[in-house]
């Protein structure tokens, strides 16, 4: 009997654990995601890409770090006027870097891509975007349906 309620018990909190998508897996999809669209969009060719996307991917890297120094420490509301006033300031201090930052990505990707490519990027990251979004929504709605259709305990 103790043991069929402490294996009760691991299961209970083993299975929400379980559930849980995997953080590393969901990160590979997501790239596998975008090299498809990107592959798809720009029309690159293996050799374009085998020196596109560490260029690329090296890029994306320093921009979620540089966008993560954005993110404010305390909420607006717990703020000093002075804070604010910073706040602002690193606002646009991050985003002339962030465009620094996507020109250096330009020259760079330059040297492997040819223009009438390169010129296709902001495409090429908007049907990422939008396609993503689809996707979330679409794994949105089928979660929904299933817990509809999930058996009721009364």
Partial sequence: MKYAVLGALWLSFMLPLHAQPDPDRRDERMRAFRVAVF???L??????????WPVYNEYLENREKMLES???????????DGEV????????EIRQ???D???ELFQRLRR???SRKLVRMPLAERTFRERLVDRLQEARE???ERWERAPRRN
């Fill in 39 to 41: 592959t798809e969009v």
């Fill in 43 to 52: 029309r690159l060719t293996p050799e374009e890409a085998q020196g596109f």
């Fill in 70 to 80: 954005l993110r404010p420490q305390k909420q607006v509301d717990a703020m000093t």
């Fill in 85 to 92: 006033e910073d706040a602002i300031k690193r606002h646009f």
């Fill in 97 to 99: 870097r962030e465009l």
């Fill in 101 to 103: 930052m996507e020109k």
């Fill in 112 to 114: 492997v891509l040819p």
């Fill in 142 to 144: 089928r979660r929904q």
